[in-house]
């Protein structure tokens, strides 16, 4: 009972806040840092105090994992240069200069737990840049280097984060050995990742098909990896990125329809979930945190943290600038490469601070080796806070002016285009196959006859082919019959979920049966917005 309530009131408040955010108009994990805050200082609420190894367990293994789930392999080796520019290069610059910052200007910060400070703000969070930018049309390019920036640089600066904490912990730190270990850990990490990722992949072909237990597998695979390799000694945190997108990858093989769809479904609701947890947590730790701080002043502790905040913001703005001007200067710029300022000025406004550092703050241990307790553990906790405060709340409410500002969009005429030609490649190879492959394998005409009018209706749809008394029809006029078929698919569902609603009132069918059909109806309807996005 004493860790279910706290559970389920953290829940409600998650719910609340996040089902306010669309009518703020305000990102959610900006209203959720600000809602953690408010919670952090109501009278009465729990006092939710975490271990800091359980932190790591159950918070990031998913995290991560639910990130290199989401992130497609092409899009990661596309732009692969500008990602390991922002997620390595990046991450271990704002580290050293957060650390150098820290060191000489907060009073007791030596060098290592200056390191811990920079290694915990280092790491940008998608999650509020997209959530940020929900809507403003911003170009796949960009989304898809903040995503794979995301993903990559928690790798860097936990592993960053770990070497900190162990200096602090041991009071030693040698260069050329930490640089040796960190190899050895990181490949070690990736080959422990792709062991478990194949060995699942093998698992999940051997149950295909039961949708419940390919989910449950799917749930253990981050954990089961970030063990395993913490197990053998290497990177937990590589080992479980390097798993998920290898299962990613390979999860068009191995899962049914079934299967992926609720485990779509499942990711998605926990990494939610997760986030917003994290997020209230801190500020439900506020205030015996603040307690424990006696050496500084309130008014200093912010000073403090909005100057290590304008660190991590100004070195983020000068790198992409300066990397970017000396890759084309230099003759080393390609398609990948971002020339555009306003979209380098974007990228570099959405480097908001989120989960990861206030898992890894939260995760920082209660005491040394020698039993003592870790140095500043209330005051780098509390820095960490601000960091992300000032960043999700500056950044990410500024963030959507500044996009329609320097009007970084997506050409949608191109996306949608594109679109449009893998649904008719999708559509005429199917048409292929009924006529020269289906009639081998049995049915009759009638059969390959029905079959071939739904496909060659959709070809002639996609293709803006439909006869208007033998007037070819504009792009406009093609764009608004395409629209209405769309639109009438939509109205037969609407049609249907009533009539479904009628019948689940009366006793004429089993509801099972009912239930079923309102499912088929549910993918339908997913298919059809799908379709409505080309030409939106």
């Known amino acids: ?100 910052v820290a060191h000489y200007c907060i009073p007791g910060f030596d060098w290592p737990l200056a390191f811990v400070l920079g290694a915990i703000v280092s790491p940008p969070d998608a999650v509020a840049a997209t959530s940020a930018t929900k809507g403003l049309g911003m170009p796949r390019r960009t989304t898809v280097i903040l995503e794979g920036e995301s993903l990559v640089n928690d790798a860097s600066a936990l592993i960053a984060y770990r070497y900190a904490v162990a200096a602090v912990a041991s009071g030693s730190f040698i260069l050329w050995q930490a640089s040796i270990q960190f190899v050895i850990l990181a490949i070690g990490g990736v080959l422990a990742g792709l062991a478990i990722g194949y060995a699942f992949v093998w698992a999940l072909r051997k149950v295909q098909g039961n949708a419940t237990v390919e989910a449950s597998l799917n749930l253990m695979i981050p954990f089961v990896s970030y063990l395993f390799a913490e197990h053998i000694k290497v990177s937990g945190v590589l080992s479980v990125v390097a798993t998920g997108l290898y299962v990613s990858w390979r999860s068009s093989e191995v899962f049914s329809y079934q299967g992926r769809m609720l485990s779509n479904n499942f990711w998605e609701l926990l990494g939610f979930l997760l986030n917003g947890f994290v997020f209230i947590l801190i500020g439900l730790q506020l205030p015996w945190l603040l307690e424990g701080i006696t050496e500084y002043s309130m008014t200093h502790l912010i000073l403090y943290g909005l100057l290590v905040s304008a660190a991590a913001i100004f070195i983020r703005m000068a790198w992409l600038f300066v990397i970017s001007k000396f890759s084309m200067r230099f003759g080393f710029a390609n398609e990948a490469t971002i020339k555009s300022k306003g979209e380098l000025f974007i990228i570099g406004w959405a480097g908001m601070r989120g989960v990861v550092s206030l898992a890894t703050a939260l995760a920082l241990p209660l005491t040394l080796q020698n039993g003592n307790a870790f140095p500043n553990r209330d005051v780098v906790l509390f820095l960490a806070f601000i960091v992300i405060l000032v960043t999700l709340v500056l950044q990410g409410l500024t963030l959507p002016f500044f996009v329609r500002h320097f009007n970084v969009k997506e050409d949608t005429e191109k996306e949608a285009a594109l679109e449009r030609k893998l649904r008719l490649h999708m559509a005429r190879q199917a048409m292929t196959f009924i006529e020269k492959e289906l009639p081998v394998l049995g049915g009759n005409e009638f059969i390959h006859n029905g079959l071939k009018n739904r496909f060659e209706q959709q070809i002639r749809y996609l293709n803006g082919s439909l006869p208007t008394d033998g007037i070819q029809p504009s792009l406009k006029t093609r764009n608004d019959q395409f629209k209405q078929y769309i639109f009438s698919e939509l109205e037969v569902i609407n049609f249907q979920r009533q009539e479904i609603i009628k019948l689940l009132k009366h006793d004429n069918y089993p509801e099972e049966m009912i239930r079923k059909v309102e499912g088929e109806l549910d993918v339908w309807n997913v298919a059809v917005q799908s379709r409505l996005k080309i030409i939106k």
Do not use: Q
């Open 1 to 100: 009972m004493e860790i279910l309530e706290p559970i389920l009131i953290l829940m409600a408040i998650l719910a609340g806040l996040a089902a306010l955010a669309p009518k703020m108009k305000l990102p959610y994990p900006v209203l959720l840092v600000l809602g953690g805050l408010f919670v952090g200082i109501t009278p009465s609420l729990p006092n939710v105090r975490l271990d800091p190894e359980v932190v790591f367990l159950i918070f990031l293994p998913p995290l991560l994992y639910e990130a290199s789930w989401k992130i497609s392999w092409h899009d990661l080796k596309t732009y692969r240069k500008p990602i390991s520019r922002l997620a390595i290069g990046l991450v271990f610059l704002t580290t050293t200069v957060v650390a150098v």
